[in-house]
Each structure stands twice: as structure tokens, then as C-alpha cells.
């Protein structure tokens, strides 16, 4: 194996820390969350309390002024250990960075120490029925009134965090005929009258993510809930764009990380299968099946470290990040099915972790951007494609 050399061994220490934290606080109880369709709020008061939400946001708002690397050793520790309904990495690498980045300092101060403390749960509300990964083509509107104030009518689909979420970024037309220059990004409080969330939603996977529909009927906004102020009226999709790529690399680091772990407990496994009088791990078919697995999650690391190392530099441009989402994916997908597949009628079974992975892994290619348009981007970045 080639070895990792992004980490420092002060990512190695909190590595372990946030093991133990998972091995207290989130693995004896995760498959109850997944049977209720969510988890327990009180995990994000515990999480925040120990500093683990919104580890790369300032101190001055409650962050701990950390590298992205902490979160990234975070996001592998979840996925590696199938703990796929806690949403800590929307929560602080996604929601609060459109803060950080775009938000008035009125704003930061007042959401961001919230979000850090766990206090408050941070949800984006991009999604729609009928818009899909087309984020030009929303519904959602935001319509600005004469006092200044806007108000908010559409819905939102498969929103993560959504169940718990305290705040929820909306994405919103407030120029419908202005098409992606006419989108806006709002501060929307769970409290605020109007707002009103639908039921967990029954998935394939990811049962215990708290997804849900969320609806906004004539929801009344003052002005200042616009993220950025008046002066990002309308600039909505050049933030959502600016961001995505850091998304779709998070997707990409989550994908590596449970491949690995699906590899490993496929080793586990045929190693104490015995079939035919021999274990299924002294099979060709079974040896030369992993190795090529695990030669190709091993190309698959190598990579995304590379992208971590250009996003830490600021240079992870969009095709690359589309790339990294779109390869991992379909990876993870693949790794899935043959480990399954290695497990025999035991891999159909819902106790064992390669079964939640395998039906966890399938959104992997679809969510952040659909796999096929993550090859648009690509192709867009090479001169081809449509304008």
C-alpha cells in the first residue's frame, strides 16, 4: 500500500479521538436510528460539545480554526464505519461555509456559533421534484415586496438534515425570468411561520439520514435573510457554484473510505467461510476478485488525496472535482455488488454491514450532482458539449 502522506500526527491523534467518540456515542445506537428513520438530536449537542462540528470555522464563531484534514479524516471515519445517518459534513462543510464565506457578519455571528455548538443543525435546500440536479431549473421563488421583505413559496425534496434542521439555506428565484442570474440564496429558520418539513422519507439506504421534504407556503422573510445581504441579490448560483467542488470532493472522500472498509470485511469474511471443505478465501476467483479491487480503490485514494492537496491550495477547480465524484462513485458501486456477491446469501442479509453499504451506495452516484452530469462538467472543461 502506498502511504499517506497528508496527514500530520496531530490528524492521527484526533483520528483516534473521533473513533472512540463514534464507538461511544453513534455505534450503539445507529441501528435503532435507522430503524426510526433518523438520528437522536442529542448526537450533535454531544458532538458539538466536544468540538467536533465546524472544526474549520474561526475560533471567533466557535470553530476551532482547524484544517479542512480534520474533516476529512472526520467524513472517512463515518463512512468507514457505515455510520451513514449522521450528517456532520453538510452540517459543517457545507452549510456553514456558505456562511463564512457569504454571509453579512450580523449573520456569522448569529448562526455560526450556534451551528458549532450543535445547538443548531444546518441543512441546504437545493433539491426540488421536478428540477433534479438542474439547479437552473428550480421552482422555489422568493419574491421581493414593496417593505423590502420577500416571500418564500415552493418545496424542497430529499433535503439531508432536514428532520432536525434549525436552519435551512433555500435556494429561491428571486428574478424567475432571469434564469440562473436570477437566484438567491436565503436564511431560513425552522420556526419561521409558513415553514413546514414532511416526514422522514423511507429510503433505500442512508436510513437513519434524517431526509425529508420541506414546504414553503407564503413564508415571509425580512430583507436581511437574503446570505450576503443586498448585495448577493441574485448571486445565488455563482455561490452554489463556487462551492460544489468541495461538496463533490467530500462525496469522493466518503466513497474511498467505505470501499476500503467493504474490502476489508470481505477479507474478514472469506477467510472464516468454508465452502466445499475450504474456506472461500482459498478460491482464485475470490483472491484475484479482491485484488482487483482493491488495486483500483488504491488508484481511487491516490487521487482524492491529490484533489485534497489542490483544495488546501485553493486550486480544486470543478472538472477535477466532478471527475473525482463521478470515478469513486461508480468505484464504490462496483466494490459493493462483488463484496456482496464474495458474502454469498449472507451479503442479502440486513445484519451484516456489507448489505447496509451496498444499499447506502447507490445514492452515492446520483446525489451532488447526477454521474452524468458530472461527465457534462468534464466534457464542458475539454472545449465539447453544449454551451
Known amino acids: 500500500m502506498i502511504e ?50 465546524n472544526m474549520s470555522m474561526p475560533a471567533e464563531y466557535g470553530g476551532a480554526d482547524a484544517d479542512k484534514l480534520f474533516s476529512v479524516v472526520q467524513i472517512e471515519e463515518l463512512s468507514a464505519g457505515g455510520f451513514t445517518g449522521i450528517g456532520y459534513g453538510l452540517h459543517s ?9 457569504y454571509g453579512t457578519e450580523a449573520q456569522k455571528t448569529h448562526y455560526l456559533p450556534k451551528l458549532s455548538s450543535g445547538e443548531m443543525v444546518g441543512a441546504i435546500a437545493m433539491t426540488e421534484p421536478s428540477a433534479g440536479s438542474d439547479l437552473q431549473g428550480i421552482k422555489t421563488t422568493a419574491m421581493q415586496q414593496s417593505d423590502g421583505s420577500f416571500l418564500l413559496n415552493g418545496s424542497k425534496t430529499y433535503i439531508t438534515n432536514g428532520w432536525h434542521s434549525d436552519l435551512v439555506i433555500v435556494v429561491a428565484k428571486t428574478n424567475p425570468t432571469a434564469g440562473a442570474k436570477g437566484t438567491s440564496l436565503f436564511l431560513v429558520p425552522a420556526n419561521t411561520p409558513g415553514f413546514t418539513k414532511g416526514k422522514p422519507l423511507h429510503k433505500l439506504g442512508l436510513k437513519a439520514q434524517d431526509t425529508c421534504e420541506l414546504f414553503f407556503d407564503n413564508v415571509h422573510l425580512p430583507a436581511d435573510s437574503v ?45 472464516q467461510r468454508q465452502v466445499f471443505g475450504q474456506s472461500v478465501a482459498a478460491f482464485q476467483n475470490t483472491r484475484f476478485t479482491l485484488a482487483e479491487l482493491q488495486t483500483e480503490v488504491q488508484i481511487a485514494q491516490v487521487f482524492v488525496d491529490k484533489c485534497t492537496e489542490l483544495l488546501l491550495q485553493d486550486k480544486l477547480d470543478t472538472a477535477t472535482a466532478s471527475m473525482a465524484k463521478y470515478w469513486t462513485t461508480d468505484l464504490q458501486c462496483k466494490v459493493m455488488d462483488e463484496c456482496v456477491q464474495l458474502h454469498g446469501g449472507s451479503g442479502y442479509m440486513w445484519e451484516y454491514p456489507i448489505t447496509r453499504a451496498y444499499a447506502d451506495a447507490r445514492v452515492q452516484r446520483i446525489y451532488g450532482g447526477t454521474n452524468e452530469i458530472m461527465k457534462e462538467v468534464i466534457t464542458r472543461s475539454m472545449g465539447l458539449g453544449l454551451k
Open 93 to 101: 462543510e457545507i452549510v456553514s461555509p456558505y456562511l463564512l464565506h
Open 227 to 271: 446570505l450576503g445581504g443586498a448585495d448577493f441579490l441574485n448571486r445565488g448560483f455563482i455561490c452554489l457554484m463556487e462551492q460544489l467542488p468541495w461538496e463533490r470532493l467530500q462525496i469522493a472522500i466518503g466513497a474511498v473510505a467505505a470501499s476500503q472498509a467493504a474490502i476489508h470485511w470481505t477479507l474478514d469474511f472469506v477467510k
Open 4 to 53: 499517506r502522506n497528508i496527514f500530520s500526527p496531530d490528524h492521527d491523534a484526533f483520528r483516534d479521538s473521533f473513533r472512540r467518540f463514534m464507538q461511544a456515542e453513534i455505534a450503539p445506537f445507529h441501528a435503532a436510528w435507522e430503524a426510526q428513520g433518523y438520528v437522536d438530536k442529542a448526537v450533535w449537542k454531544k458532538a458539538g460539545a466536544l468540538g467536533f462540528l
